[in-house]
Structure formats: structure tokens, C-alpha cells
């Protein structure tokens, strides 16, 4: 599997575009992928760069070129091509605006509609793009061909209130389907257009039930045993919510699905932890119970209820066990809860388990099996979690097994499974397993990050030598969850194809020649529920059932190793078709991870492999991180022992109340008036909302400018954004640094602008531009203009170079004023651009 990453989503005409190539296995082990070529290609699909016979000798390479500030603007895609024609593609945008002029922003109900609601507030507020709160625009929104408000004015507050109708819209027939619409913005002077679209899914109720999946958590119980349970309570986007209060009932059947009323039902509320977990324990039920019935609602909470049946095990027999659920494993390096395994026991199965052979399978392998010795003891429930009475007859044991096997069979797999069995009194064997996610993607110990009182960042990449890293430090921790979540979107497809795989192989998998005195052992997925589904097979194979028609169903035929001797694990690797392989890389591009990436364009500050990283910390201004509040280390490795691993740190950095931004053209004119917009931002984290500031600018002085306004302007900040107006005048042509430092103002604080801290350190913001001297003659190009051929009004030189063309100047003047809105929206400035043909008379309609 492999697959590309650039370092963001969208990039501009001459910036460098980054992008890494990344390379795994099944076992998340770096892979080898030898590449025939890796192409840059343009929205026209012509071929602007490629970087032929590149091999992922580690699993990992980086690429960086510069993109051409004459590029074409749109959609471009990176196209990598393996040998065995596996093709693995990447888009991305070039736009010369990354940021829109106006940034809308939904503020109130944009997560989710709940069905019975008359009616859904939303409120939509306007933006300019450095955060000010913007008014006179107006506003439409649209859902499918409804148009719920038309050109509805923006309030003072910079935002626009509006309601989406139960009896317009039917919400009860839409539950589980999205309601999608837009919202438009237009600039009443400019007529400028910005939209964004919303997506809101319509829920039956604000908390969500869900039960775990079936690999995970037992849809069986075993008589004579509890039954451990588990639910999930989250949001409707599937965020776990915290101490939310679940009613779990149950309910006995002495035929399947013939709940009488004459059963008692048992329930009790319990209370979700910190990952919205609930678990929950039903104590063994009588021998004539042939189903339970659990339902499990939220007090309160009308018509939200989660029901599922539980059934019995399907071998009768009074020596039975059951091993405990785990469901996830958070880390590689330290996994108590992996090494640790409670059984529970019937009193019978004191004596016969004392022994227990446990086996560790994996995704496509399975781990050599062990045995196990047990020291039982008498088990106690949790009174906190029970459900019901615990029967005073009931004589049960438990015992922990610490996993002593080589764990390497699954170190890799995000999914793995225990297995463990023995005989009873009969010679039967019986046997139970457990799976468990384990993320070993994500490794705590895999770097530290640290950050001193001056934002100086430190970071320490724990890995051998020689060991390929990708590193990302930006201010958002989503970047290394986007990493994560392709990589496990891959790894999900590749079961996928795993699993048909086997189904389709499992023919030729039967008729495999193998020693007659060793049993099969093989993975078969999630299906090892019951005896014949369950992959461990040891059995004599005296008669020949490899021979007969290819049906599973011939294990019945097999009679039960008792002695249990020669145990061995058959390691069977299936074939993976390039094509299939070809389909891994579209599957993970879906949308959720594109909204995802998307929200990470102005995010990235470095992007590279380690051996780049310490430069790049040294060179780390404090200008750098202004605004900032938090950075976000992401990185990624490609072990070949331990396999891929990643680690984000998120840490907090020493802010001031405010920090400054400016807004200056690249370019500027000698001798001429620029308008500059200073712009003080609040850090929102250290100051309350009703907070004002006082601040004082001074302006560095210098012989290459002349600051044409008020001098050292004191202003009192009491909103997110204050907006400084500057002027300026250039007066020497070449490069220009205007050092603008922001103070305290202690008279302001004094006087007129009440403030609740005492002072600031000083904030710095340098203006930096380059001036050139002033000159209005127009230049033509190596091009030959259309107009040409018409009468010519010819101004100065004949020289076909420097000609003026009254009509041509025309066309680029009312081409600059439609498409440049800084000219635009300062007519003069264009008029002065142009005094030099004050003696044309220009007619513009």
C-alpha cells in the first residue's frame, strides 16, 4: 500500500510544493515500492515535472520542486507508477487566493438538526479574512431549490439569524439523511460573491447509542457464566460523551424470542466514563434460558432506545469458560491490559483448566502456540456494574493469564485475537477468544517536545539511526490525525479485500498438502464464534476430507485431537491482485478527509524529513508564531523492526494579550500615498471577551519613508480585531522595513480605556515591501496586440516597444479596475497611476 501527502491542501503560483511518498504492508511494516516514475500534472493533464525510477527504499521518500509563478490555476495531481502497474495519485490546487476576501462562518447550529425540533436556529456570521466582523452585506440561503432567506441584511453584530422549518423541511422523514443547502454572502459596493455549503444531519436525539462491534464484544453467553457487556454513548457526529446516564435492562426467554411477561425485568442506570464507555455485567442465567433480551435507553430521552437479543452457546457442557472482553489497546509500548487476560470459570473447570493452551492470531498468521498454567480463584462482580441479583448457587472462578508468547505475530495488526483452549471430562474441546484493537500506529514514545518560556521548541525523535522520519510542525493537532486516519482507511480496505480474499482462496486453501499428524490453524477473520467457524483445527486427518467437495462444512467429519501434541501454526500468505491493491489509495481520498485537510491550509510552518528540522528550529522567529497560541509537532517514522509509527504533540506557548498583522501590497510607488491597515488581534485564551486594552504604536524612524498619519497613534482595543488605519510615503526606491512596535499605554489605561491588566511585553510586527520609482508608460510584451490593425492614436515614440495605444491603454485600464480590487477600490490612485496621459480622454461605461 502506498500513498502521497502534500504538505497542504492548496498552494499559490511560485511557492514550493511538498509532498511525501509513504509505503506499507498489511503488518504495518514499511514496504519497498519501486517506482517506475512519480509525475507532476496539471489541471490540462500535461506533464510539468517527474522524477523517473525512484525507489521507497525505506518506505519513505520526500520530493520538493518550485511551481512556476505562471502556473495555470486549478486542480493538479501527483500520479506515482509501481512496476506492477499499481497507480497512486494525489490532487491538489494552485489558486493565487487561498484566502477568501470575506470568510463565513456558521456559529449556531451547524452540527446537527434533531428530528422532533419545530424549528432550527442557525446563525451565520461574516468575516473579512483577518477576522473583523463585517456589516452592510447581504446574505441568502438556499436549501435545494428553497430559498429560506433572500438578501437578508447583515445585523450590527456582523451576522444574520434565520430558521429552518420542521413543517417546510419534514425532518421526521429525513432522520439519518443530511439536509444540505448553501449560504451565500454579497458585497453590496463591490457586488463580490463568497459561498459556503452545510451538511446537517438530522438525529433522532442529541446522545447516540451504539454497541461495539461484534469482533470485539460476545453476541453469546455460556450457562452457568455472566455475560460481559459493553455500550458506546456519543454525540450524533460520533464524539464519546462523558458521565451521560444509560438505563440497561434485561430479560430472560425459556423459548427464542418469547419474552413473556411473567420474566422480571432486571435494569439499573449507569453513568459513561471519560471515553463514553459503559460496561456492564448479566449474571448467569438458569439452564432453561434459551435467549436474553437487553435494551438500553437514555432516561429522558424519547424514542431512542437500543435493543439486541443474546444467545446461547451452541456446545452444552457443564466445564465452560470465557475470557473477559478488552476492546482497545491505546499503546505499543505499554500494555498491561494486552499482557493480562481474565478467565472465568465454572467450579468444573477448576480442575480440568489448570492448563490452557492459548494461541495469538493475527491478521494473515498465526503465533505458535503455548500452554498456560492457572492459580483460579473465586470470583466476585463488580456491584457497580451488575444488573440484577447474583444467584447464591453460582460457583464461579477466575484467573489472570499474562501472555507469554512472542507477541510479534500481531505487534503490527490493528486488530488481534487470543485464543485459548483445553478438554473437558469428554475429551471435547473447549474453548473461547477475544479480540482487541491495539493502535499501534501511535506511539507515545516515538519523540518529546518541549517549549521554554521564550517559544524556543525543542524536539528529540526517539529512533535508530538511519530510521526515515517525516516531520510537521504547525499550530493544529488534525494534521497528524488526517495522517492517521488514511493510513487506518487503507488498513480497513485491506481487510476488506483480505477477507473476500480468503473466501474466494478458501478452496485451495482446503487442499493444501500438510503433514497428516498436524492440524490446521487459520485465521478466519471475525467469524470464531463457534467451534466451526473458529479457524483452530486439530484434528487427526486419517481419512482424506481434503479430497472432498470444497466445503468447510468437512471439519464435521473430523474427530478431536485429545492429546493435543503437535500443535502447530500453518502460515498461509494469500495472493493480492494489483488491481486490488490499485483501489486502496482512491478508497482513503474520501470526503470527510478532504474537509479535514482542507481546514490545514495556512497551517503548515515546516514539512520535511528530520534531518531538516533542527535548521529550521533554529531559525524559528518569535514574529513566526505571533497569534499563536499552541504548536503542533506531527511526526511520522518508518521502522523496519518495530513498523510504522506516529506521535502529535500539542504544546501550549507563552502568549501576550495582543500580537499585530498588517495588510501592504508586495509593491509600492515612490513618491506616492499607501494606504496601510495595522491590525491589533486579541489573543482570545488570556483575555476575557469584555476586556479593553490600551495600546500605544511608535514607528521606527527612517530617511526611506515618511509616515504621513498621526504619528504615535494610542488606541483602546476592546473587540477580537482592531483595525489601524496608516499612511504612508515611500521615498527611496529598493526594499522598505517599517519596524511598528505595539505598548502599553499606561495614560491611555489611566484616562479613558479601563483595562484589567497592568501591562504587556511589547509587540513588534515589521512592514516589509519593496519600492519602485513611480513611472506611467506601459510596456508591451513580446505579443502582438489586436488592435494593431485599427487606427492607431499614437502618443511619443514610434518605437513598436515603448508605443502607447490610446485604445489598448483603455482595455488595461478597465481590465486592472474589474479584476484588481486594491485599484478598484481607489479609483484616484489608479487616476494618478496614469497623470502622465491626463491629455487622452478616456471614455469608460
Known amino acids: 500500500m502506498s500513498m502521497i501527502e502534500t504538505s497542504k491542501p492548496v498552494y499559490q503560483p511560485g511557492e514550493n510544493l511538498r509532498f511525501r511518498v509513504i509505503g506499507f504492508d498489511g503488518s504495518m511494516k514499511p514496504l519497498r515500492s519501486d517506482f517506475v516514475s512519480i ?25 520538493e520542486t518550485e511551481l512556476s509563478s505562471n502556473n495555470k490555476e486549478g486542480i493538479w495531481k501527483i500520479v506515482g507508477l509501481t512496476k506492477s502497474g499499481e497507480a497512486v495519485e494525489k490532487l491538489f490546487q494552485v489558486a493565487k487566493k487561498i484566502q477568501p476576501e470575506v470568510v463565513l462562518r456558521i456559529t449556531q447550529g451547524e452540527k446537527f438538526i434533531v428530528a422532533n425540533e419545530d424549528k432550527h436556529r442557525m446563525v451565520v456570521c461574516a468575516e473579512d479574512k483577518h477576522g473583523a466582523r463585517l456589516n452592510g452585506g447581504l446574505v441568502n440561503v438556499k436549501v435545494g431549490n428553497h430559498l429560506v432567506i433572500r438578501e437578508n441584511p447583515l445585523e450590527e453584530d456582523g451576522c444574520v439569524h434565520f430558521h429552518l422549518k420542521n413543517e417546510t423541511f419534514r425532518f421526521d422523514a429525513l432522520v439519518g439523511k443530511n439536509i444540505q443547502g448553501s449560504i451565500e454572502y454579497i458585497n453590496r459596493e463591490t457586488g463580490v460573491r463568497e459561498y459556503i455549503p452545510f451538511y446537517l444531519p438530522v438525529v433522532l436525539a442529541q446522545v447516540h447509542l451504539r454497541v461495539p462491534s461484534s469482533a470485539l464484544v460476545k453476541s453469546y453467553y455460556k450457562s452457568g457464566l455472566p455475560y460481559f457487556g459493553y455500550l458506546i454513548v456519543e454525540t450524533p457526529n460520533y464524539t464519546p460523551l462523558a458521565n451521560a446516564e444509560v438505563e440497561i435492562c434485561f430479560k430472560i426467554a425459556s423459548k427464542p424470542f418469547q419474552f413473556e411477561d411473567s420474566h422480571e425485568k432486571s435494569c439499573k442506570i449507569l453513568t459513561s466514563s471519560a471515553n463514553g464507555l459503559i460496561k456492564y455485567v448479566i449474571p448467569p442465567v438458569p439452564e432453561f434460558v434459551k435467549q436474553i433480551i437487553v435494551e438500553a435507553s437514555i432516561p429522558g430521552v424519547a424514542d431512542h432506545k437500543q435493543t439486541f437479543v443474546i444467545n446461547p452457546w451452541v456446545e452444552q457442557s457443564a466445564t465452560q469458560f470465557i475470557i473477559k472482553p478488552i476492546l482497545r489497546i491505546d499503546s505499543c509500548e505499554s500494555m498491561p491490559e494486552a499482557t493480562q487476560f481474565t478467565v472465568i470459570m465454572t467450579r468444573n473447570g477448576t480442575a480440568l483448566f489448570n492448563k490452557l493452551y492459548l494461541q495469538s492470531a493475527g491478521r494473515v498468521s498465526s503465533a505458535q502456540t503455548k500452554s498456560v498454567k492457572l492459580t483460579p480463584t473465586p470470583y466476585v462482580p463488580e456491584s457497580d456494574i451488575l444488573i440484577g441479583n447474583w444467584p447464591e448457587s453460582a460457583e464461579i472462578y477466575s484467573a489472570n493469564i499474562y501472555r507469554e508468547i512472542d507477541a510479534e505475530s500481531d505487534k503490527h495488526s490493528v486488530m488481534n485475537r487470543i485464543v485459548m483452549y483445553g478438554l473437558d471430562s469428554n475429551g471435547n474441546l473447549i474453548s473461547d477468544s477475544v479480540a482487541y484493537l491495539k493502535d499501534c500506529l501511535k506511539d507515545e514514545s516515538l519523540m518529546s517536545v518541549n517549549v521554554d518560556k521564550n517559544n524556543r521548541i525543542a524536539v528529540d525523535l526517539k529512533v535508530p539511526q538511519g530510521v526515515p522520519c517525516s516531520v510537521a510542525v504547525g499550530t493544529s493537532a488534525e494534521r497528524g490525525r488526517l495522517t492517521e486516519q488514511k493510513i487506518n482507511k487503507l488498513l480497513e480496505k485491506f481487510d476488506d479485500i483480505y477477507a473476500k480474499s480468503f473466501e474466494w482462496d478458501r478452496c485451495s486453501l482446503a487442499k493444501l498438502e500438510r503433514n497428516t499428524n498436524r492440524p490446521l490453524i487459520a485465521d478466519f477473520k471475525n467469524n470464531w464464534d463457534t467451534f466451526k467457524e473458529m479457524g483452530l ?22 474427530t478431536v485431537n485429545k492429546s493435543l501434541q503437535g500443535l502447530l501454526a500453518v502460515q498461509h500468505t494469500l495472493p493480492y491482485p494489483e488491481h486490488i491493491m490499485t483501489s486502496l489509495a482512491d478508497s482513503a481520498n474520501m470526503a470527510q478527509l478532504n474537509q479535514l485537510e482542507n481546514s490545514l491550509i495556512n497551517d503548515v510552518l515546516f514539512w520535511g524529513p528530520k534531518e531538516n528540522l533542527q535548521d529550521f528550529l533554529k531559525s524559528l522567529k518569535e514574529s513566526d508564531l505571533a497569534g499563536k497560541s499552541e504548536i503542533a509537532v506531527h511526526a511520522i517514522c518508518m521502522d523496519q523492526v518495530r513498523g510504522v509509527r506516529s506521535h502529535s504533540v500539542v504544546k501550549r506557548l507563552n502568549t501576550q494579550p495582543i500580537y499585530m498583522q498588517h495588510d501592504l501590497p508586495i509593491i509600492i510607488y515612490q513618491d506616492t500615498i499607501q494606504n496601510v491597515s495595522l491590525y491589533i488581534k486579541r489573543d482570545q485564551s488570556s483575555m476575557k471577551q469584555t476586556e479593553c486594552i490600551p495600546v500605544e504604536l511608535v514607528f521606527e524612524r527612517s530617511d526611506a519613508y515618511e509616515i504621513v498619519s498621526e504619528a504615535q497613534p494610542r488606541i483602546c482595543s476592546c473587540s477580537k480585531v482592531t483595525k489601524v488605519p496608516l499612511r504612508i510615503k515611500a521615498l527611496k526606491t529598493g526594499p522598505l522595513n517599517l519596524k511598528v512596535v505595539a505598548r502599553f499605554s499606561s495614560s491611555l489605561a489611566s484616562a479613558e480605556c479601563t483595562s484589567e491588566i497592568e501591562s504587556f511585553e511589547p509587540q513588534q510586527v515589521a512592514i516589509r515591501t519593496r519600492v519602485e520609482s513611480y513611472n506611467p508608460k506601459i510596456t508591451l510584451r513580446k505579443y502582438e496586440l489586436a488592435c494593431k490593425n485599427l487606427p492607431k492614436a499614437r502618443i511619443g515614440s514610434d518605437d513598436d516597444e515603448t508605443i502607447l495605444i490610446a485604445q489598448d491603454l483603455a482595455n488595461i485600464f478597465i481590465k486592472q479596475i474589474r479584476d484588481d480590487k486594491s485599484i478598484r477600490t481607489d479609483i484616484l490612485e489608479v487616476l494618478a497611476r496614469f497623470n502622465g496621459l491626463a491629455d487622452i480622454p478616456l471614455q469608460i461605461s
Open 39 to 63: 509525475a507532476l500534472l496539471n489541471p490540462e493533464n500535461v506533464k510539468i515535472m517527474e522524477w523517473p525510477g525512484k525507489a521507497l527504499e525505506k518506505g519513505m521518500n520526500h520530493y
Open 537 to 558: 483445527r486439530a484434528v487427526y486427518t486419517k481419512s482424506d476430507i481434503f479430497n472432498k467437495s470444497c466445503d468447510w462444512e468437512v471439519f464435521d467429519e473430523a
